[in-house]
C-alpha cells in the first residue's frame, strides 16, 4: 500500500477541475469508495524516508530537503510545513544543494538497508536533525555506533559525538 501511496504523489500537481474528473471517473469505472479516496488523500501524514538518503554528502537537513522535493515532488511550502521550518529556509538549503550540484546516493530510492525514517520525527526542534536520527537508530534500531556510522557513511567517532550531544540536550544518559 506505501507504495501506491508514493506512486501517487503526482496527484498534488493536478487542477482541482482535473482532479474532481478523476475522481469522478475512478467512482464511476473502478468502483473507488469515499473512504479509499480518503485514505489516499492522507499520503503526506505518512511519509517515511530511506536511511540511505543521509549516506550522501548532503547535510542531514538537505538531505530531506532534496528527497522531498525531487523524489516526492512536493513544494517548498509543503516541505516547510512537514519540517517545521521557514519557507525561505527551504528553498535557501534546495538552493545551496543545487548551487554545489550536491547529489543524494545513487541508490537513495531502493532503500538497501530497509530502515525507513518516519519524517515527522523531525518536526521536533529540540535537536538537530542528524541528532534525531542517530538517537532514533539507537533507541528504535538498536544499532551501535560502528553500524550507524557504516551505514551513513560517516566516521564512528562522529556518530558517538552526535550522540553524546543529544543525549546533553535531552538530559537522558546511557
Same mark, same amino acid.
Given at each position: 500500500?506505501?507504495? #501506491?501511496?508514493?506512486?501517487l504523489e503526482?496527484l498534488?500537481?493536478?487542477?482541482?477541475?482535473?482532479?474532481l474528473?478523476?475522481? #469522478? #471517473?475512478?467512482?464511476?469505472?473502478?468502483?473507488?469508495s @469515499?473512504?479509499?479516496?480518503?485514505?489516499?488523500s492522507?499520503?503526506?501524514?505518512?511519509?517515511s524516508?530511506p536511511?540511505e538518503?543521509?549516506a550522501?554528502e548532503?547535510s542531514?537537513?538537505? @538531505?530531506v530537503v532534496?528527497?522531498?522535493?525531487?523524489?516526492?515532488?512536493?513544494p517548498?511550502?509543503k516541505?516547510?510545513v512537514?519540517?517545521?521550518?521557514?519557507?525561505?529556509t527551504?528553498?535557501?538549503t534546495?538552493?545551496?544543494?543545487?548551487r554545489k550540484?550536491k547529489?543524494?546516493?545513487?541508490?537513495?530510492?531502493?532503500?538497501?538497508?530497509?530502515?525507513r525514517?518516519?519524517?515527522?520525527?523531525?518536526?521536533?526542534r #529540540?535537536l538537530?536533525?542528524?541528532?534525531?536520527?542517530?538517537?532514533?537508530?539507537?533507541?528504535?534500531?538498536?544499532?551501535?555506533?560502528?553500524?550507524i556510522?557504516?551505514?551513513?557513511?560517516?566516521d564512528?567517532?562522529?556518530?558517538?559525538t552526535?550522540?553524546?550531544?543529544s543525549?546533553?540536550?535531552?538530559?537522558r544518559?546511557?
Amino acid at each position: 500500500m506505501t507504495q #501506491r501511496r508514493e506512486d501517487l504523489e503526482f496527484l498534488h500537481h493536478l487542477e482541482k477541475t482535473d482532479l474532481l474528473d478523476l475522481v #469522478r #471517473r475512478l467512482k464511476e469505472k473502478k468502483g473507488v469508495s @469515499a473512504r479509499e479516496l480518503k485514505d489516499l488523500s492522507s499520503v503526506h501524514d505518512k511519509i517515511s524516508l530511506p536511511l540511505e538518503i543521509f549516506a550522501g554528502e548532503c547535510s542531514p537537513l538537505e @538531505a530531506v530537503v532534496v528527497y522531498l522535493k525531487e523524489h516526492r515532488w512536493l513544494p517548498y511550502h509543503k516541505i516547510a510545513v512537514l519540517l517545521q521550518r521557514d519557507d525561505r529556509t527551504i528553498w535557501s538549503t534546495y538552493d545551496h544543494v543545487r548551487r554545489k550540484k550536491k547529489r543524494l546516493p545513487f541508490d537513495c530510492a531502493k532503500n538497501v538497508s530497509g530502515i525507513r525514517i518516519p519524517l515527522d520525527l523531525f518536526r521536533k526542534r #529540540r535537536l538537530s536533525i542528524f541528532e534525531t536520527l542517530v538517537s532514533y537508530l539507537r533507541k528504535r534500531h538498536g544499532l551501535h555506533f560502528r553500524e550507524i556510522a557504516d551505514l551513513l557513511h560517516r566516521d564512528q567517532r562522529t556518530i558517538w559525538t552526535i550522540d553524546y550531544r543529544s543525549r546533553q540536550k535531552g538530559g537522558r544518559k546511557r
